[in-house]
């Protein structure tokens, strides 16, 4: 099993920055991919970012310029930390641990950005 603790997220003007957090515990010996993915209300839920354990990482293109994951192995933590939000970023941000044998989600954290 694997458990996935989410913080970070609340309320920023536009232009702020959040950090989010997503602590792995359990099964995580292993190859794989910590990230973070985003949903809006009757939309699919979509990748944000994520890390591999190699250090391989992947950015949607709405916000690699401004977004950055980086990953501590030590602790299986990732973070995620968002610069420049903009109101288009507002949406329930979701922690992911992906492997050979576990695919879990945290419980969704949400992050809003006002105008």
């Known amino acids: 099993q694997v458990q996935l603790v989410e913080t970070g997220g609340g309320l920023v003007q536009a232009g702020g920055s959040l950090r989010l957090s997503c602590a792995a515990s359990g099964s995580t010996v292993s190859f794989n991919v910590i990230g973070w993915y985003r949903q809006a209300p009757g939309k699919e839920r979509e990748l944000v970012a994520d890390v591999s354990s190699g250090g391989i990482r992947n950015y949607a293109v709405s916000v690699k310029d401004r977004f950055t994951i980086s990953r501590d192995n030590a602790k299986n933590t990732v973070n995620l930390q968002m610069n420049n939000l903009k109101p288009e970023d507002t949406d329930v941000y979701y922690c992911?641990?992906?492997?050979?044998?576990?695919?879990?989600w945290g419980q969704g954290t949400q992050v809003t950005v006002s105008s």
């Open positions: 992911r641990f992906r492997s050979a044998t576990y695919d879990a």
